[in-house]
């Protein structure tokens, strides 16, 4: 699971998307082995949790420049 960690994290946000995308279309296919599904299914969870720790992380920097320049406004 530590590789796929690793090669997840090479990922950019938006290719990380497009895999869970993917890995949604291939969930619906009903003809899936379960094994295959549920491998499916842990791949899209940690690139979930991947892209849920982007945005958050992108928020938390949003939050930073907005309250710095709230902090300049009031200085002027």
Known sequence: MENNKTEIEALSFEEAV?????????????????????????????LLKY??????????????INEQGEEIAFAQ
Do not use: R, S
Request: charged content about 35%.
């Open 18 to 46: 497009e895999k869970l995308d993917q890995i949604i279309k291939k969930l619906g296919d009903p003809a899936l082995p379960l094994e295959e599904a549920f491998a499916a299914y842990e791949e899209g969870a940690a």
């Open 51 to 64: 892209c849920n720790m982007t945005l958050d992380k992108v928020e938390k920097q949003v939050m930073l």
